[in-house]
């Protein structure tokens, strides 16, 4: 047995790993830091704690050394808190100086420029110093950057390695120049002060946990231990550790001490509950950081709110907006998938922080414990504090956009541009119009010169923000098709959250505009249909793919159905309001379809013309259709022929399904139970529907666990009005959104079971 296949002392459970450690994995994200600084990109690699961060920094260290490169390793914790601007900059510049061994004496240097702030002079060090005695390149990896978040001049520190970033288009010098961040922060959470510029540079690259195949290292020790068991205790060892890197370490550091040379799962189990789900083993280091971490957020009560969900099997979709999803990441309790949502990230923490764990520590309501009669002088005072706290973000979100607009107008660079762009949208509200604007008043040429990036994989999350943007709203021509074309292509070269799914379905998207040029209505719906799964699966539906397909529907004389898609293509997106009239009204049967039943389309009512001849649809000419300039005021679309009409009520403090009279009397409330009937978290569609004959209500709820189909009788007449709703649907993802077929015999719903929608 040789010497790396020991057991003993083979697995490191915490802190760096050695430069020669036997149990170090390479895994992708190796290659992509080395390749990305031998390129000169500037590096993030901000996760959560203890995921081998600062072991893949050394590593990385030592292959840019091999390959020439001078490096430098600044570790912020070392330099400590409680220390001025001037003494905190020097210990970077003495660090510098130390690891590079360079002639110039720092302290001296740093006396003589007394006269310039701390961080000037950092930066003329660098300049001066650093990069005129190193004549190669230098690659500086700071770490524990979170380390500086408190404190109140580091600012000053991440904006000036932003400027010197930005300062290679001018000084060359500074292309010999490299950083490398890490720690558990945002890029956004730099940079404190909204006022500023953000720090918005720099490549971020992910740490996967480990996966079955990358760990072979592993399995001559465990084999070692336990004769022929070697796969089988891995298997075990990451169904409950999920290939968190430390805690894959630890718990295979246990099973190689385990003196029983025959193992079997139950025992795996057995050292897992010991190490880490006792009382005593919960103060664990690792689980001690996630815990402190989640409590002491600012955003707690968000945090655990999607926690709670994620723990109750509820899909939650990974947005990179989201601030309390982003904290929740580094905490490290929970990862993203492949699919652009986020899961609990192992069995352990599942058992750990689970439901009663998230009830206990979850705040109690400010309404639990405000008085009953609040001072109209608080209330005034809030108010008061609240404008000023308003006018605060809005100022500094106005600086940001004149920031992020004037980058994206000024560079000829379309890295440069994607990252600004993405940016503007990244301040939503009025800023993603104003983004949308900026893009769409580009030329044909310049737009697909934005998407034609040396290296799409460095603004990966970027180019998907810019991408999700736009995309919905290019019209079916031959240059938004051939943009739309480029756009998927680089989209298919990065492996950020959301750009697969993405890519999938504009090529959907694409291959039904295609079928609808050749004629191919049918096939080109089944496409179209596709591509909508794939949006609302990212909980962003394709306003864009709606219209295209109403007007497929509308070449198959399926004018129901056109209908419906237009109706809905307004629900989505009112800039559409004009091409959506046009379509309508640019079809006499189309709109004689519509004419005739108004009330099942309240949006398109509000926004149609009366018109005058309202045909039944029929083979004989249509006549010609006289617009008006009177809307039609469409109500709640009636069950059956009732006069009943269905809704959602939350009145009794949670939903309830109730129906009443037209005029408002007699309200019904047909359902009675805890959990929420009608209501659904996915994609704000209706979640219940009238059977075409009125006698019966098909209805989301989630009173089995999750959101479930169901039915009930809801006739009017019939003594049993709401009585005995009999479950559909059974299966561990939500399903919602039923619609009945026009002969009453089957249901269409939504879910997430494959990823598309499924049907009974």
């Known amino acids: 047995m040789t010497d790396e296949s020991r057991p003993a002392d083979f697995f490191v459970t915490g802190g760096t790993l050695g430069r020669e450690a036997a149990s170090y994995i390479k895994r992708s994200a190796d290659d992509e830091l080395l390749r990305l600084t031998l390129a000169g990109e500037y590096c993030n690699m901000l996760t959560a704690r203890q995921m081998g961060k600062s072991s893949l920094m050394v590593r990385t260290a030592d292959r840019l050394k091999s390959k020439g490169v001078r490096t430098v390793i600044i570790d912020l914790t070392a330099i400590g808190s409680n220390v001025t601007a001037s003494e905190w900059y020097f210990g970077l510049a003495t660090r510098l100086a130390r690891q590079l061994e360079l002639v110039t004496d720092e302290k001296g240097w740093w006396q003589i420029h007394a006269e310039s702030s701390p961080v000037q002079r950092f930066s003329d060090f660098l300049r001066e110093v650093v990069l005129e005695e190193v004549k190669g390149r230098v690659v500086v990896f700071v770490d524990e950057i979170d380390s500086t978040l408190k404190l109140k001049f580091t600012d000053d520190f991440f904006a000036s390695i932003r400027a010197m970033y930005n300062a290679r288009a001018n000084d060359t010098v500074y292309q010999r120049l490299t950083f490398v961040l890490i720690g558990v922060a945002r890029p956004a959470d730099l940079i404190k002060d909204r006022t500023r510029t953000p720090y918005n540079i720099g490549v971020n690259v992910d740490l996967p946990d480990f996966r079955h195949d990358e760990l072979k290292t592993f399995l001559p020790v465990l084999d070692s231990a336990h004769p022929g068991q070697g796969q089988d205790v891995l298997r075990w060892v990451l169904n409950w550790t999920g290939g968190q890197p430390y805690l894959t370490q630890k718990l295979c550091a246990e099973v ?61 979709l990974d947005e990179e907006r989201s601030l309390e999803k982003n904290e929740l990441k580094l905490t490290g309790v929970v990862r993203a998938t492949p699919r652009g949502t986020l899961e609990v990230r192992n069995r352990i923490y599942a058992r750990v922080f689970d439901l009663d764990w998230v009830k206990a520590h979850t705040p109690v309501s400010p309404a639990q414990r405000v008085a009953v009669v609040a001072s109209a002088i608080a209330a005034l005072s809030i108010a008061v504090a609240g404008y000023f706290i308003y006018r605060q973000q809005t100022q500094a979100a106005e600086i940001q956009a004149q920031t992020f607009t004037e980058g994206f107008t000024n560079s000829a660079s379309p890295e440069v541009r994607i990252t600004n762009l993405a940016g503007l949208f990244g301040l939503e509200g009025q800023y993603i119009e104003q983004a949308r604007g900026l893009f769409f008043g580009l030329s044909h040429e310049e737009r697909l010169a934005l998407f034609n990036l040396q290296t799409p994989a460095n603004v990966s999350k970027e180019l998907v923000t810019v991408a999700e943007g736009v995309y919905q709203r290019l019209e079916n021509t031959p240059q938004n098709n051939e943009l739309m074309a480029v756009m998927a292509k680089e989209l298919e070269q990065v492996s950020a959250t959301g750009a697969p799914s993405l890519v999938t379905e504009v090529t959907f998207w694409l291959q039904a505009r295609e079928w609808v040029g050749a004629g191919r209505y049918e096939d080109a719906i089944d496409q179209y249909g596709k591509a909508l799964a794939k949006s609302e699966e990212r909980n962003q539906p394709n306003a864009g793919v709606y219209f295209d397909r109403a007007i497929a529907y509308t070449k198959l004389q399926q004018y129901d159905i056109a209908l419906t898609d237009f109706e809905m293509v307004l629900k989505l997106d009112e800039s559409r309001r004009e091409a959506v009239v046009a379509q309508i009204i640019g079809e006499p049967l189309l709109a004689a379809r519509w004419g005739g039943q108004t009330n099942n389309y309240p949006v398109l009512s509000g926004v149609l013309p009366t018109l005058t001849a309202m045909p039944a649809i029929s083979s004989t000419p249509a006549p010609t259709l006289v617009p008006t300039l009177i809307p039609t005021l469409a109500p709640t679309p009636f069950g059956g022929g009732t006069g009943k009409i269905a809704f959602v009520s939350n009145r009794d403090g949670n939903f309830e399904i109730y129906i009443m009279n037209a005029d408002g009397t007699a309200v019904t409330n047909l359902t009675n139970n805890p959990a929420d009937d009608g209501n659904s978290s996915h994609f704000g569609i209706r979640n219940f529907s009238w059977s075409p004959d009125g006698t019966r209500i098909a209805f989301t709820s989630d009173r089995d666990g999750n959101e479930e189909i169901y039915v009930m009788k809801a006739e009017p007449l019939h003594q049993s009005a709401g009585s005995g709703p009999t479950r559909l649907t059974n299966n561990s993802t939500d399903d919602w959104g039923p619609i009945w077929s026009p002969d009453g015999t089957k249901i269409a719903f939504g879910s997430l079971r494959d990823g598309l929608f499924e049907s009974i």
């Open 256 to 316: 190689v001490a385990y003196p029983n040379q025959s193992l079997t799962e139950v025992v795996i189990d057995g050292l897992a509950e010991r190490l880490f789900l006792t009382k005593e083993a919960r103060n664990e280091s690792n689980l001690q950081s996630i815990r402190d971490r989640i409590l002491n957020s600012p955003y707690l009560v968000g945090v655990l709110r999607v926690y709670r969900r994620l723990l109750q099997g509820k899909q939650v």
